[in-house]
């Protein structure tokens, strides 16, 4: 099993900036995803951003130029830093773990983002 806690989340007003932290622990492949995805209420989830342990990442279109995405292999950590923030970004942000060894993934619980004055 893989468990994932995530932090960072919170309230900042528009075009702030937030930074949110994802730890893996337990039985994580080599070679994996790791990424964000978000709910915003009566919408589906959508890709934010991940990270592949080969260094590719794959962002979604919204928030192109304004989120990036890093890993701490050693950590067995993935981080999102969330710039420009707009109020559209409040959802609730899940952290996502995809081990490529048997294509078995793992969800975090999940962090609000509120972006409101």
């Known amino acids: 099993q893989v468990q994932l806690v995530e932090s960072g989340g919170g309230l900042v007003q528009p075009g702030g900036s937030l930074r949110l932290s994802c730890a893996a622990s337990?039985?994580?492949?080599?070679?994996?995803?790791m990424g964000w995805y978000r709910q915003a209420p009566g919408k589906e989830r959508e890709l934010v951003a991940r990270s592949i342990s080969d260094g590719i990442t794959n962002f979604g279109d919204s928030v192109k130029g304004r989120f990036t995405i890093s890993r701490n292999n050693a950590k067995n950590t993935v981080y999102l830093q969330m710039n420009s923030l707009k109020p559209e970004d409040t959802a609730v942000y899940y952290c996502n773990l995809v081990r490529y060894s048997d294509n078995v993934g793992f969800w975090g619980r999940g962090t609000q983002v509120t972006v409101s004055s």
């Open positions: 337990g039985s994580i492949a080599s070679r994996n995803a």
